[in-house]
């Protein structure tokens, strides 16, 4: 058993799907319509057959509460590895992505926490090489 799919829950799909492309640098694999919403995925373009991500609809009432309760506590939905926080967080910064975390050294992590401006705070993070 392995992970094929993963979803992150978002308020508008179109403004997910350019944020997580032109923004975050995913790239875009599925784009179906799906009566009034869309099944849309991107992937790493590192890894262009592995995990999908799913932009999925946040349309129920209780997936909105629960996202506003995450944000408002601070908790990210999920989580991206990359290779530098610190330059990953210059190069999205630049581009005016807002943090709620700057880059912070954990234990044998460094994070950062952004927003996604899909409804979501999504966390950056990058392993030390020690670990």
Known sequence: MKIGLTSVLVDDQE???????EVLGFLAKNDVPMGEH???TVVSPD???GVELVLEPDAHPAARRFKEALVADGIPWTAF????VEA???RLAAQGVRFTQQ???MGSVVTAVLDDTCGNLIQILQVSADS
């Not at 403004?15 to 492309?21: M, N, S």
């Not at 590895?81 to 530098?84: A, F, G, I, K, N």
């Open 15 to 21: 403004r997910a799907l350019r944020f997580y492309t």
């Open 38 to 40: 869309r099944w849309i």
């Open 47 to 49: 890894e262009p057959d």
């Open 81 to 84: 590895t990359v290779e530098d």
């Open 88 to 90: 990953e967080h210059a």
């Open 103 to 105: 880059p912070a050294a």
